[in-house]
């Protein structure tokens, strides 16, 4: 049958294919790279004009719907989540990847309704793949049903991680030593990408069997995380208790088990919350 938000849900795969188009030719091309939080945190034209094309087309469609979006917060918007019907965007998931042509570049599309993830749609540009997930239909890459691991033993997990933006000293120290612990633990390997999005999408696919990051953002998540639980995984806090969008950190597994050995073997990286900046 129809569902309430279909019509979204169709008018965003549209536009994550027409945004990966535009990022798949800009991709070669000189670029003009700013700096944001930190000399890593980068931004260039092409996140703009992605984010802004994105938005303008959903506000013609659904002029009642709320945004929160990766440069509109940079240029000081609220990012906070209410009961309305609220796109979550990024429109360049892995810049720095981007800026670099290593190829692992995605537009990350989320949407709420009641603060719940009704749907995600991510569109891994690059290799042109698209990972959707609906809220109770399923999780899918280019129409192939995605199941996460059933892997529930750390010594025999591949784990994948983001770094982040912060750079200073201890953040550096705090962020290799929970890489330490991991391997300690005699995790088959810790994967960085360059994608917080791209990551929770193999983590989603069974690529992988678990992620873990402090500092990434509610555009980094909210797509990926219907993707996830509809594929059969797990996405917690970093405290092993239940998600919160806001907070800037996350563990997803393919099982409770695995989520729960990787929050008891981290240490927290503070970086903040979305919702008070
Ligand atoms: C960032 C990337 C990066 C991760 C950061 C994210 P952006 O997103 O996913 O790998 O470490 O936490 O914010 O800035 O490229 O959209």
Known sequence: GVGPWDECFEVAVQLALRAGQIIR??????????????????????DHRVEDLIISELRKRFPSHRFIAEEATAS?????????????????????N????????????????????????IHHCTEERL?????????????QRLQVSRETDLS??????????????????????????????KAHGVRVIGSSTLALCYLAS????????????????????????????????????????????????????MAALIAQALQTINYGRDDDK
């Not at 030719?25 to 092409?46: P, Q, Y």
């Open 76 to 96: 000081g918007a609220k990012c906070v989540l209410t009961h309305s019907p609220t796109w979550i965007i990024d429109p360049i998931d892995g810049t720095c």
């Open 206 to 257: 069974g690529a992988a069997d678990a992620y873990y990051q402090f500092g990434l953002h509610c555009w980094d998540l909210a797509a990926a995380t219907v993707i996830i639980r509809e594929a059969g995984g797990i996405v917690i806090d970093t405290s092993g208790g239940p998600l919160d969008l806001m907070s800037c950190r996350v563990v997803a597994a393919g099982t409770r088990e």
């Open 131 to 143: 990972y959707t997930g609906r809220r109770g239909q399923g999780a899918f890459c280019n129409g």
């Open 156 to 185: 025999k997990a591949l784990v994948l991680t983001e770094i982040g933006p912060k750079r200073d000293p201890d953040t550096l120290k705090v962020f290799l030593s929970n890489m330490e612990r991991l391997l300690h633990a």
């Open 25 to 46: 030719k800009a991709l070669t091309e000189e670029k003009r790279v700013s700096t944001k939080t930190s000399a890593a945190d980068l931004v260039t034209e092409t």
């Open 98 to 121: 981007f800026v670099h042509r290593f190829p692992t570049v995605a537009v990350s599309i989320g949407f709420a309704v009641h603060q719940e993830l009704e749907f995600g749609v």
